[in-house]
């Protein structure tokens, strides 16, 4: 089963930018959906951007569809969220996860079954 590592978390000022790094080891993301996913202090946990391996192809929350951006490293079997205009409200755990889950239902987290333990990303207004 793979496991999963995000790195790249932090504290920024609003207006500024974060790279999250997600990487896998035990597999590859081969034939896998990799979902980055947030949860803010009280509230669930969002879907924030998906990134179908085989593909390339890529979708996004409305909320962060123009500032963030989801690729990957096939070389380093790493999927990125460049995160850029950053908000006070993209404060959060963030997550990745991996899974199979059909396109209709890309950002449903229950279809999502390998996780990352979360990085921290806090943003001051």
């Known amino acids: 089963q793979v496991q999963l590592l995000e790195t790249g978390g932090g504290l920024v000022q609003a207006g500024g930018s974060l790279r999250l790094s997600c990487a896998a080891s035990g597999s590859s993301f081969r034939g896998y959906a990799v979902g980055w996913f947030r949860q803010a202090p009280g509230n669930d946990r969002e879907f924030v951007a998906v990134?179908?391996?085989?593909?390339?192809?890529?979708y996004y929350a409305d909320s962060v569809k123009g500032r963030f951006t989801i690729s990957k490293d096939s070389a380093k079997n790493t999927v990125y969220l460049q995160m850029n205009s950053l908000k006070p409200e993209d404060t959060g755990v963030y997550y990745c996860?991996?899974?199979?889950?059909?396109?209709?239902?890309?950002?449903?987290?229950?279809?999502?079954?390998?996780w990352g333990q979360g990085t921290q990303v806090t943003v001051s207004s």
């Open positions: 996860a991996t899974g199979r889950p059909i396109l209709s239902a890309i950002s449903q987290q229950s279809l999502y079954y390998s």
């Open positions: 990134l179908r391996w085989d593909f390339g192809t890529t």
